[in-house]
């Protein structure tokens, strides 16, 4: 994810902000900085926030736990000490940055956009969502497909003390602390120029550090839930990319290759509805992302939380469920160059 975030949105990329330079305009960097400012500026220690009777209980609840989840992660799951995640900012919107991915007509790239500590991503980052929309309008003019996706939260790598943000709050308090696991495990180690791998290692921390936050709460392991029914749906969309992929790979006119694109994305609405009533019920939590007007950039973020995380698990398993040994091992992963890291990660799939 969450509204209909996946694990997508709601675990958004990292960003990084004050240290970027070079390939925009000085507008585009200038509203990046002003806004992580403002974020900067209006943190408050969560304590405070818990100790005010005059705060939300439920908010203050809500922190309360997630505190415990924050001493939970460095004490158990040996993620960074630091002041992330324990102070807390309320920014009055539902998002806190407005991400615009844009992809060629016929083609499933995107148009990546890189910066000197964070790599290159798939996206441009914007606190205005006005901003965002003019962004998108523009790249729409110049014949893109393009999508534009609410953040509720990001990393900054540890540049920053990450705070929580109003914005995760409407996640319910499970999810808040899974967050606070993913998020953390980005700050312990980032791969430049490599999403796939950065947001595979960090979601297999969230998953194997909220089984052992359950565990060590006395609550039993989780059942077939919103987070089975959102893999299935994610290997919906890949498949749907799958398809598309291989259409843009023949030698079509464009007038041909329309047709079939439309044709495509029916099809995944028609497999989406059948696997809705068929097996989940009638569960309709997307709907709304169905049904909305479908293009190449809207499948961009799908599967790049989970392609290597049987992966991880593998490597996991063989460090015996060390810890320490476990990041000391992706480290060394993270070390290799990108075609080797990849092969090395396909091995760990192939032997697990």
Sequence with gaps: MTSFNLCLWRRCLPVVILFLSGCSSVSYYSQLATGQLRLLEAREPVTKVIDDPSRDPKLREQLAQAQ???????????????????????????????????????????????????????????????????????????????YVSGVEAYSTLGWFNDPILSSMMNWGSERLMTLIFHELAHQRFYVKDDSEFNESYANFVEQEGTRQWRTARGLPPQTFSESQRRDQFTQLVLDARERLKQLYAQPLSAEVMRERKAAEFERLRR?????????????????????????????????????????????????????????????????LPKDERKAALERLIKEA
């Design 271 to 335: 497999d989406y509805r059948q696997m809705r009533d068929t097996q989940w019920a009638g569960d309709k939590r997307y709907d709304a992302w169905v049904n909305a007007p479908m293009n190449n950039a809207r499948l961009l973020p799908f599967g790049l939380y989970d392609q290597w995380v049987p992966a991880f698990a593998a490597l996991f398993k063989q460090v015996n469920g060390d810890w320490v040994a476990f990041y000391q091992a992706v480290e060394t992963l993270g070390g």
């Design 68 to 146: 415990r989840a924050r001493t939970f992660a460095s004490e158990h799951l040996h993620l960074p000490d630091n002041q992330s995640y324990r102070l807390y900012v309320d920014i009055g919107r539902p998002y806190v940055v407005w991400n615009v991915f844009a992809t060629g007509e016929f083609s499933l790239d995107p148009v990546t956009h890189c910066f000197p500590i964070a790599g290159c991503v798939a996206y441009r980052g914007y606190y205005d969502q006005g901003s965002a929309r003019g962004e998108a309008a523009l790249q729409k003019l110049a014949g893109m497909d393009v």
